[in-house]
């Protein structure tokens, strides 16, 4: 049973929000109420993280697995699937795996695939928490998370965000670290046919627009947007232009 926090909202059904990699679901503490005046939100936690179980053999098709379990439980009908980085990694596979439970589908800074490296690249990420502690990537992470000066700008939310960084599990942290290296979707997105919204920070130096560009073109009849002056953690950063950026894409698809 995966830990969420429900929020009642409009009449038009749920979005279920998925956080990127050793976060949770407070990433999305700013999006949440762009929302609510259309659906219902459903945050959660992936398993590994927070306060979800951690699985006992980590991949991304049991990440999604878990998700579909909670949509079924917890969602009346199917729901809008939306995932950030690593939450994008297991919307995708939720929808390739349990297509009838996804009604619509947003994509943030994410990937279907990571590339020729990634199993080494994850592999040396995940050693480096391992050996050094989460606070030797804070920094990097940092880097990543924001655009250039929206960190120091507010510096608030980045401490937030790195104290949930540095209360993962080690052993989780590294069996996720290498079910995102081993991730190759390119093959099997083909298959969705939930309308698709893909957005992506201009600065985003994780997986930036190319990665989105990949998937644009695998999936049928998805739309596809670059958000300036942004960088991974778009939901965090803009959360009132990702809202209305599904507002104007996404939801009249529905």
Known sequence: MLAFDRHD????????????????????DGLVPHLLDRFDVIALDLPNHGASPTLEETTIDAMADAVASTIEREVDGPAIVAGLSLGGCVAQAVAVRHP???????????????????????????QKAANDGFDSLAGFQLDRWFSP??????PALGERLLEVFRSNDIDAYVATCRAMGAMDMREQIDAITAPT???????????????AEAMRQRIAGAGMHVVPGCGHLSAAERPETIAGLLAVDLFPRL
């Open 9 to 28: 909202g409009g009449d038009d059904g749920t979005i279920v929000l998925l956080h990127s990699l050793a976060l949770d679901r407070s990433v999305y």
């Open 100 to 126: 009838a439970l996804v009604r619509g589908l947003a994509l943030l800074d994410t990937t279907c695939w990571y590339g020729e490296t990634a199993p080494s690249d994850w592999e040396g990420r995940a």
């Open 149 to 154: 000066g929206f960190g120091d700008a507010n």
């Open 197 to 211: 919204c893909i957005i992506v920070g201009a600065d985003d130096p994780a997986t930036p627009p190319p990665h």
